[in-house]
T-cell receptor, first 114, second 114 residues
Framework: QQQVKQSPQSLIVQKGGISIINCAYENTAFDYFPWYQQFPGKGPALLIAIRPDVSEKKEGRFTISFNKSAKQFSLHIMDSQPGDSATYFCAATSLGGGGNKLTFGTGTQLKVEL | ETGVTQTPRHLVMGMTNKKSLKCEQHLGHNAMYWYKQSAKKPLELMFVYNFKEQTENNSVPSRFSPECPNSSHLFLHLHTLQPEDSALYLC?????????????FGPGTRLTVL
């Protein structure tokens, strides 16, 4: 019930391409879905987040798409750059149930090649 | 120093040793967290402290003992660890634990138990 399933485990994209990472959740009480970016030797950092009252949120080259009925959300990185090479984690939480107890996915290691 | 700092960055210890991990946040936050990050597994929340009081213990074995002397410092005391405890231990902080407050992560301590 608390799991967040993330795929793919790893992803290689050419520079300028679109990177897509998918997550699915089971707990219908989840109502906040952040994505974290982690570079080697660093801790995760919040990248972008979405609430389920919208189907899409865009910040620069990063877009979250959200499908409430399917209980799925995805991260799209447009015009992927080598500097985007990192591990990406999706997460979910219930704001009303102790909003800071995040349930994380297993991570996607993204490599953007020249 | 800015953000969240952790020391040491790397630690190798035997199963009979006692060691401590230190975390310090320079963000004026009131909540602090310990997470365990293992390869190909989701980040696991271990402990949450809010205003120095422990508010969450996620069924963590007693060989891990947290201490929060004030809102800026968090320790994780380790004793009689097992090889499967080898992982990256991340500290995070946030303004509070109600609603959603962004968690800021430190770089982690890479722990190896021999």
């Amino acid at each position: 019930q608390q799991q967040v399933k993330q795929s793919p485990q790893s992803l290689i994209v050419q520079k300028g391409g679109i990177s897509i990472i998918n997550c699915a959740y089971e707990n219908t009480a989840f109502d906040y879905f952040p994505w974290y970016q982690q570079f080697p030797g660093k801790g995760p950092a919040l990248l972008i987040a979405i609430r389920p009252d919208v189907s899409e949120k865009k910040e620069g080259r990063f877009t979250i798409s959200f499908n409430k009925s399917a209980k799925q959300f995805s991260l799209h990185i447009m015009d992927s750059q080598p500097g985007d090479s990192a591990t990406y984690f999706c997460a979910a939480t219930s704001l009303g149930g102790g909003g800071n107890k995040l349930t994380f996915g297993t991570g996607t290691q993204l490599k953007v090649e020249l | 120093e800015t953000g969240v700092t952790q020391t040491p960055r790397h630690l190798v210890m035997g199963m009979t040793n006692k060691k401590s991990l230190k975390c310090e946040q320079h963000l004026g936050h009131n909540a602090m967290y310990w997470y365990k990050q293992s390869a190909k597994k989701p980040l696991e929340l271990m402990f949450v402290y809010n205003f120095k009081e422990q508010t969450e213990n996620n069924s963590v074995p007693s060989r891990f003992s947290p201490e929060c002397p004030n809102s800026s410092h968090l320790f994780l005391h380790l004793h009689t660890l097992q090889p499967e405890d080898s992982a990256l231990y991340l500290c995070a902080s946030s303004q509070g634990t109600s609603g959603h407050n962004e968690q800021f992560f430190g770089p982690g301590t890479r722990l190896t138990v021999l």
